[in-house]
Structure formats: C-alpha cells, structure tokens
Nanobody, 126 residues
Framework: QVQLVESGGGLVQAGGSLRLSCAASGRTFSSAAMGWFRQAPGKEREFVAAIRWSEANTYYGDSVKGRFTISRDNAKNTVYLQMNSLEPEDTAIYYC???????????????????WGQGTQVTVSS
C-alpha cells in the first residue's frame, strides 16, 4: 500500500503562485510515476503533470505548460507542483497519484494510476 498526503493548497489571487506537496509513504516503486490531476466542479478530471521517479522525466498537460513545474525529492519521497501565473481557470481540487508501472503513453490517464491522495483545494480569485 502507498499513502499519499497532499498539502499547500489555498486561496490566491490571479497571477500569484502556490506550491503543492505530495508526501508518499508505504511501499515505493523505482519504476513509478507520480502525477497531479485536478477536478473543477462540473468538469472532468484533468491531467496536470507527472514525473518518472527514476529518470525524473516530466510531462505536462497543455493548459499548464510553461506555468507549472513538477519536481521530486527522492530522499523525502515527496513530489512538488510549483504553480505560477495562476488563473481563475486553475481553480480545482488537486490530487496526487502514483502509477506503479506501465508505459509512458499511459501517464496522462488517471485510470492508469493505482493510488490517490485525498486532494487539496486550490482557489484562484480574479
């Protein structure tokens, strides 16, 4: 089992920044990918970003490219999502997830992830 705990959400004005953290505990997987997804009210879950645990290759959804940065700290088993130039459209609950194994093409698909955190609310005011 893997436990994921997100933190760092909150209320910020448009143009501001937030950094989300996701601390993983329990089993770890060298071939895993850790990702961030978000879901706004009335909308489908959206892929935000992901990072391969071993190679540190990163992947981003189109709507956040150039504004968000995902990184990891192996020693702390923690993944971060630095969010800059936030827009009201970024308002959502942000979820951290772990994909234990599989192909790179599966990374943007939430159904391919094995463990999920409880989520943290991000609200961007205009």
């Amino acid at each position: 089992q893997v436990q994921l705990v997100e933190s760092g959400g909150g209320l910020v004005q448009a143009g501001g920044s937030l950094r989300l953290s996701c601390a993983a505990s329990g089993r770890t997987f060298s071939s895993a990918a850790m990702g961030w997804f978000r879901q706004a009210p009335g909308k489908e879950r959206e892929f935000v970003a992901a990072i391969r645990w071993s190679e540190a290759n990163t992947y981003y959804g189109d709507s956040v490219k150039g504004r968000f940065t995902i990184s990891r700290d192996n020693a702390k088993n923690t993944v971060y999502l630095q969010m800059n130039s936030l827009e009201p459209e970024d308002t959502a609950i942000y979820y951290c997830a772990v994909k234990v194994q599989g192909a790179v093409w599966q990374i943007p698909y939430g159904s391919q992830y094995d463990y999920w955190g409880q989520g943290t609310q991000v609200t961007v005011s205009s």
